[in-house]
T-cell receptor, first 114, second 111 residues
Framework: ETGVTQSPTHLIKTRGQQVTLRCSSQ?????VSWYQQALGQGPQFIFQ???????GRGNFPPRFSGLQFPNYSSELNVNALELDDSALYLC?????????????FGPGTRLTVT | SQELEQSPQSLIVQEGKNLTINCTSS?????LYWYKQKYGEGLIFLMM?????EEKSHEKITAKLDEKKQQSSLHITASQPSHAGIYLC???????????FGPGTSLSVIP
């Protein structure tokens, strides 16, 4: 068990709605990264937060946004949901941005958009 | 096409058999990671390879990096049901793409 938790486990939303996914990082980890994993694919990097500031972003539109809080929790917000947003969303925490291989992943939130 | 390709896409083996999963990159590999994922769980880090020719083992899992071929292989000896899952390779990129992942190889081990 990595100590990284995510909520909710599963979520069903309708196209056009907004969703907030939550992640609780391992204590002491200042960096959190979010990934989107479509069925049968590897995870794709959405963005990373380091000490409450965005520290890099993948190829995702602005309707994907995030927040990181001082208590090692973070959020991923997605506005105007589209059918293609259906995926497993993973967060991963690490001590520093450079320690990619030392990322500890949460179990994920499975989002279904109908 | 994806930057990291994995083969095979899926694998079903009898318990006790050996197996190999390959990961091929379209770009030069400077570092490669192997992860395992089970349904309902996040990715579990297995090992990281940084130098060409480097080989690492963890229990019955061995991974090797062939930098010239831009390829890595993951070999499981005497497979067990506990080895079942999705194996993902990942490569470090200097850009903010961070880790690029392959599509994964689904492994089933039949008792």
């Amino acid at each position: 068990e990595t100590g990284v938790t995510q909520s909710p486990t599963h979520l069903i939303k309708t196209r056009g709605q907004q969703v907030t996914l939550r992640c609780s990082s391992q204590s002491g980890h200042n960096t959190v990264s979010w990934y989107q994993q479509a069925l049968g694919q590897g995870p794709q990097f959405i963005f990373q937060y380091y000490r409450e500031e965005e520290n890099g972003r993948g190829n995702f539109p602005p309707r994907f946004s995030g927040l990181q809080f001082p208590n090692y929790s973070s959020e991923l917000n997605v506005n105007a949901l589209e059918l293609d947003d259906s995926a497993l969303y993973l967060c991963a925490s690490s001590l520093d941005p450079g320690q990619t291989y030392e990322q500890y992943f949460g179990p994920g939130t499975r989002l279904t958009v109908t | 096409s994806q930057e990291l390709e994995q083969s095979p896409q899926s694998l079903i083996v009898q318990e006790g058999k050996n197996l190999t999963i390959n990961c091929t990159s379209s770009k030069t590999l400077y570092g490669l990671y192997w992860y395992k994922q089970k349904y309902g769980e996040g990715l579990i880090f297995l090992m990281m390879l940084q130098k060409g020719g480097e080989e690492k083992s963890h229990e019955k899992i061995t991974a090797k990096l062939d930098e010239k071929k831009q390829q890595s292989s993951l070999h499981i000896t005497a497979s067990q049901p506990s080895h079942a899952g999705i194996y993902l390779c990942g490569a470090d990129r200097a850009s903010y793409d961070k880790v690029i992942f392959g599509p994964g190889t689904s492994l089933s081990v039949i008792p």
